[in-house]
């Protein structure tokens, strides 16, 4: 069953709302979790490193202004796009990794959200 | 950048072998090899990994030459539901795991 929960799954909105999304892990703590975007026929890139109670680590060209990272729990980290326009409109997938595991260990993906912005 | 190499696109006839390559030959001696796969707007799903030694598990098997520098995923009895974009990416044991998504391979499992 599923190990990461994101929610929602699918949001349409008007231009300049901010849309918060969320991703828990529900069996196990995630010292971390990542946040990606993938495009229409793109690969996911990588936009955030989430760390529990500190601050997120962005990736070159990733404005943490637009995107906030929240990361207040060992299940649970946000993502909420700020002021969101056309542009930002994509498939926003988070993954985590259980506490303590080291690289022998897959992450967990959740089954990401598609935000539309009109 | 990622650093693996796959093929962009394979078919494989519905309940035969998939067999998918992976070059690596820049690994180094503390990355693991993963597999995941996406389907269509889901998010990836883990497959399975492997140091050194080959691997099996539920889902596949996979197959790391000797010299690690090529894998091969191999998924036994492929149904139409393997359909999906196939990701190998190397993981490093350091402390900055995020994941690199190279383009993968779209299998596509035909009836």
């Known amino acids: 069953g599923a190990v990461v929960s994101q929610h929602p799954s699918w949001v349409i909105c008007k231009s300049g709302t901010s849309v918060k999304i969320e991703c828990r892990s529900l069996d196990f703590q995630a010292t971390t979790m990542f946040w990606y975007r993938q495009f229409p026929k793109q690969s996911l890139m990588l936009m955030a490193t989430?760390?529990?109670?500190?601050?997120?680590?962005?990736e070159q060209g990733v404005e943490k202004d637009k995107f906030l990272i929240n990361h207040a729990s060992l299940t649970l980290s946000t993502l909420t796009v700020t002021s969101a326009h056309p542009e930002d409109s994509s498939f926003y997938i988070c993954?985590?990794?259980?506490?303590?595991?080291?690289?022998?260990?897959?992450?967990?993906f959740g089954d990401g959200t598609r935000l539309s912005i009109l | 950048d990622a650093k693996t190499t796959q093929p962009p696109s394979m078919d494989c006839a519905e309940g035969r072998a998939a067999n998918l390559p992976c070059n690596h030959s820049?690994?180094?001696?503390?990355?693991?090899v993963y597999w995941y796969r996406q389907i269509h707007s889901q998010g990836p799903q883990y497959i399975i990994h492997g140091l050194k030694n080959n691997e099996t598990n539920e889902m596949a098997s996979l197959i790391i030459t000797e010299d690690r520098k090529s894998s091969t995923l191999i998924l036994p009895h492929a149904t139409l539901r393997d359909t999906a974009v196939y990701y190998c990416?190397?993981?490093?044991?350091?402390?900055?795991?995020?994941?690199?998504f190279g383009s993968g391979t779209q299998l596509t499992v035909l009836p």
């Open positions: 989430s760390n529990e109670g500190s601050k997120a680590t962005y």
């Open positions: 993954s985590a990794e259980r506490e303590g595991r080291g690289a022998n260990q897959p992450q967990h």
């Open positions: 990416i190397l993981v490093s044991s350091g402390s900055a795991r995020q994941l690199t």
């Open positions: 820049t690994i180094s001696g503390n990355e693991y």
